[in-house]
């Protein structure tokens, strides 16, 4: 009996505390939720928006409003004067500090496409030149231009 005792102070208590651990880091950094709370978490999804509506009301914080398309065009137009900065600079790294800009620009070309309901039907950032341009075309073609 103080084997089998031991055998569970030793072994499984301190591999339920790393797997829960586990789970529980997964969960809160933005992953799904453990499998054994799902159910209870589910029934208290309903009360914790009333609760998260009640809390930005009393302390007087409107739900965020989306991003006027007017912002979204001046951003892009921000980020390809960054492109040809970056292109035509000599700073080190140039490569990388291009793809960084060319991925943030793809990004706000995405958000603007969300935005104004231009369909797309492509990936995540950072996007092929030919994507890109395809992109840019319908945007242009939808009457924005920046």
Known sequence: ????LL???L????GAWFIATGEGLRWFAGGERPRLLRPLLSRLDP???RVGRQCRRLLGRLPPKPVPPVLI???L???EAEIRKVENGDAPHQAARLRAVLAAYDQVLLQLCERLDVPT???MPPLPSRDRLAIEAELVAAGHDW
Not at 1 to 4: L, P, Y
Not at 11 to 14: Q, S, Y
């Open 77 to 79: 137009s921000r980020l």
């Open 73 to 75: 065009t001046l951003e």
């Open 7 to 9: 055998l569970v102070f």
């Open 47 to 49: 009360w914790m928006e």
């Open 121 to 123: 039907d492509v990936g």
């Open 11 to 14: 072994l499984v208590l301190p």
């Open 1 to 4: 009996m103080r084997a089998a």
